[in-house]
């Protein structure tokens, strides 16, 4: 460094040397402070030819004064001199416009607000990093918005690098601000398991409400992105989604998703049974509704299904004719492969997703703006995405062999021969036994 680029640094080693009872901290903050303002006057010095009081040959411009300039660092606040040009203008690269000079500080910042973090925290956080002036509610969401460009990314990515046999969609609900109102909306997220068998975040939108309009648009989102569906040429695509029962939902499954399947939620489908009996009563009938699901054939969940629906005919009239409703809706994972079913069969996986959603967006409580949900809950599955792939892979075996894809209910997987065996007494509601196989 040239010796005219040294004042600052140079001028604070003879006061410390003047006054060794400086504090420790206040030393390290002036001496960034000496060194960030002799980056600084070396660059200007780079840009005008020649340094401060210097005259050469080489000089394009000249010096008209300073403007001041506070720096946040992990030291605390530092004041830097900037220079004026009598031609131009001039900021130096280290402090360029919008880029972060300590972006170690910024990312924890970034990271807090992402993990949950209240915007009044991460103030103290920043302070305990050293900047005793904190930082305000817009500061923060001013930085976050830095996250946009990669939410954007993730969310708008192709789908086509593979095919995603099953899908799983749901919604739930958070509190936005439209105007001067604040409204409930929806927030509807998919995830898919690929052939490869790894689930991922397929995508996300936000809407009024789960109208038909709204699902058909979102999955129709999802197939312009490349989402696979299956054809006479082509058999590999989506074959089963699962989720509860919204109409909406079935709708738009059946416009947009030709050749799938729908598998209704067992575990919606058993919190309509306590909605209906109440909680003692619906205790021992979703038991027996369990035993449904506790087969290991698609023949011996079909003869359990009936015997179930018989059992509950005299003492749960209503509840047995739901189940004859929804007999093809809740047996349609019986057509795939047996390792698959406590995969398929509900919608537990993006229910933990959404539980993760609303514990970071109980944080925030009223967003300000549909931009603000889309930064978080997009940075939140972004996030998630690598730990879904990690736990929850899965071997698929070739699904294209599957008979009758469109009717997956009724009909018997090629590779699987099973043979019901004779029912065992065991349920306590009546004396009667349900079905049971080898």
Same mark, same amino acid.
């Given at each position: ?59 394009? #411009? ?223 009938? #979703? ?35 739901? &189940? ?51 930064? &978080? ?62």
């Amino acid at each position: 460094m040239p010796a005219t680029n040294q004042w600052a640094v140079s001028t604070l080693i003879r006061e410390v040397l003047a006054d060794p009872d400086l504090a420790h901290d206040e030393v390290f903050q002036r001496l960034l402070q000496a060194g960030l303002q002799d980056l600084v006057d070396a660059e200007a010095a780079a840009v005008i030819g020649a340094g401060r009081y210097e005259r050469t040959p080489e000089r394009t #411009n000249r010096r008209n004064g300073k403007r001041l300039k506070t720096v946040a660092t992990t030291a605390g606040e530092v004041e830097l001199a900037i220079p004026k040009l009598r031609t131009g203008s001039f900021f130096p690269s280290l402090l360029h416009p919008r880029r972060r000079v300590d972006k170690a500080l910024y990312a924890v910042i970034c990271s807090a607000w992402i993990e949950g973090v209240s915007t009044r925290k991460v103030d103290d956080l920043v302070k305990a990093l050293g900047n005793e002036s904190g930082i305000s509610r817009s500061t923060v969401s001013r930085i976050c918005k830095d996250i946009d460009e990669g939410v954007h990314e993730f969310l708008a990515r192709r789908l086509d690098h593979t095919w995603f046999p099953y899908l799983f969609v749901d919604a739930t609900y958070l509190d936005v601000r439209v105007g001067h109102r604040v409204v409930c909306r929806a927030l509807v997220v998919a995830t898919g398991v690929s052939a490869e068998g790894r689930r991922e975040i397929l995508g996300m939108a936000l809407g009024d409400a789960e109208t038909v309009d709204f699902w058909t648009s979102f999955l129709r989102s999802l197939r312009e992105r490349g989402l696979k569906v299956p054809s006479p040429e082509d058999p590999t695509g989506v074959v089963l989604v699962t989720s509860d029962a919204h109409a909406g939902i079935r709708a738009a499954v059946r416009a947009i998703l030709p050749g799938a399947a729908w598998q209704r939620c067992r575990v919606h489908f058993a919190r309509t049974i306590t909605s209906r009996l109440g909680s003692a009563r619906s205790k021992p009938v #979703n038991a027996l509704v369990s035993t449904i699901f506790a087969q290991t054939s698609q023949e011996a969940v079909m003869a359990q299904y009936k015997h179930v629906i018989d059992t509950l005919r005299d003492p749960f009239p209503e509840i047995a004719d739901m &189940l004859t409703r929804a007999e093809p809706d809740l047996t349609a994972f019986a057509a795939f492969p047996r390792e698959h079913w406590t995969k398929i069969w509900s919608n537990n996986p993006i229910e933990r997703l959404n539980r993760e959603i609303k514990r970071r967006a109980d944080v925030v409580q009223v967003f300000p703006d549909s931009e603000s949900v889309t930064r &978080l809950i997009g940075s939140v599955l972004s996030e998630q995405r690598g730990v879904a792939v990690r736990r929850t892979t899965i071997p698929l075996p070739d699904l294209t062999a599957t008979p009758d894809r469109h009717a997956p209910g009724r009909q018997q997987h090629r590779r699987q021969h099973w043979q019901p065996r004779r029912p065992a007494p065991h349920h306590h509601l009546t004396g009667r036994t349900p079905h049971q196989e080898t």
